[in-house]
């Protein structure tokens, strides 16, 4: 074993997706469509991707976890009651039965929305970034940002809120920051707006800086070039092996070959760190679920780092003491 300051930080991001294409309802809400996306949100069957989902997190072990689409649906059915989906305590619950046990260290609230479908019901949606941190380990959270875009797509009377979530983070004396975010898809100069909203604020500093995040651009984009020009590198360029694609299987989640085909889902760092090694989870075809469905529309990444200046040896020591 190393001494007890050498250590490696194991990050996740992962989209994990909202169970459902929402388009049909960004382009004019009827109770009809609100049904049929529904339907498909059900189908996609979030807490059996749960399972799948927290298999692969287990099988990495991160000890902090960037999440996108981290959404929560409720179902209100008159003279029966309410049914949630919290794609958050799923996965919380799923990775407890499994012997890992993680908090929510930050979040972000970002697109909301709420309609009637076609059977009296009333739908309710809710996206969410989140920041989850490995419990039981020295990691310890001293502050944290949460907060939503100035700069948001607009689709006739619907904002298409995003945001970020930023914790800074303190481990035997040192102290760093992670940032999780997810940017707009659907038009590029709003895209980078939001990114210098990012590099303008939390990561306008000169901690060890993590970002992880679905970031909607692929390498060589101009969303991409902002980041890399302020200094961050790219994990998955300096470790990784392979294209790399996280992106994106179909709505329903069955096609039966995968259509990851683009590299838009990122671990950025500055200031410090070291990569080790970095991996997809969720792109292999044993990675989809007993049903078929794959674990998310997006492949996850993930990765190792070490903060520079601590002495290399060929057996560092894990942050998790019980590891």
């Known amino acids: 074993m190393g001494k007890r300051n050498d250590f490696h930080l194991a990050f996740l991001t992962w989209n994990i997706y909202i169970g459902a294409d929402l388009s049909p309802l960004i382009a004019g809400p009827s109770p009809q469509r609100v049904t049929e996306v529904f339907r498909q949100f059900l189908a996609t069957n979030f807490p059996v991707r749960a399972k799948a989902i927290a298999s692969e997190i287990v099988s990495k072990k991160?000890?902090?976890?960037?999440?996108?689409?981290?959404?929560?649906?409720v179902l209100e059915i008159p003279e029966f009651g309410i049914v949630i989906f919290d794609f958050v305590k799923i996965l919380l619950d799923e990775l407890k039965e499994?012997?890992?046990?993680?908090?929510?260290?930050?979040?972000?609230?970002?697109?909301?929305?709420?309609?009637?479908?076609?059977?009296?019901?009333t739908i309710s949606f809710l996206d969410r970034d989140v920041i989850l941190i490995r419990k039981k380990n020295r990691l310890k959270?001293?502050?944290?940002?949460?907060a939503?875009?100035?700069?948001?797509?607009?689709?006739?009377?619907?904002?298409?809120?995003?945001?970020?979530?930023?914790?800074?983070?303190?481990?035997?004396?040192?102290?760093?920051?992670?940032i999780n975010t997810h940017l707009e898809p659907l038009n590029e100069s709003i895209r980078n707006a939001q990114a210098m909203e990012i590099l303008n604020e939390p990561a306008d500093t000169n901690l060890p800086l993590i970002i992880t995040g679905d970031i909607n651009a692929i390498p060589g984009s101009s969303t991409y070039n902002l980041f890399v020009n302020a200094g961050f590198q790219d994990v998955w360029n300096e470790v990784g092996e392979g294209p790399g694609f996280t992106a994106v299987q179909a709505a329903d989640l069955l096609n039966n070959v995968s259509e990851l085909s683009e590299r838009i889902d990122y671990i950025f760092f500055k200031n410090g760190w070291k990569p080790i090694e970095a991996d997809l989870v969720g792109e292999e075809q044993s990675d989809r679920t007993a049903t078929g469905l794959w674990p998310s529309d997006h492949a996850g990444v993930s990765t190792r780092l070490k903060l520079k200046g601590h002495h290399d040896h060929q057996h560092e020591e894990s942050i998790d003491e019980s590891c």
């Open 141 to 146: 959270v001293i502050d944290k940002q949460e």
């Open 98 to 121: 499994r012997g890992l046990r993680y908090e929510v260290a930050a979040e972000n609230e970002n697109l909301s929305a709420q309609a009637p479908d076609s059977n009296g019901n």
């Open 148 to 178: 939503r875009f100035v700069n948001n797509l607009i689709i006739g009377p619907f904002v298409i809120f995003r945001g970020w979530s930023a914790i800074d983070v303190k481990l035997d004396g040192h102290v760093f920051r992670m």
């Open 62 to 73: 991160p000890d902090l976890i960037g999440l996108q689409e981290a959404a929560r649906w």
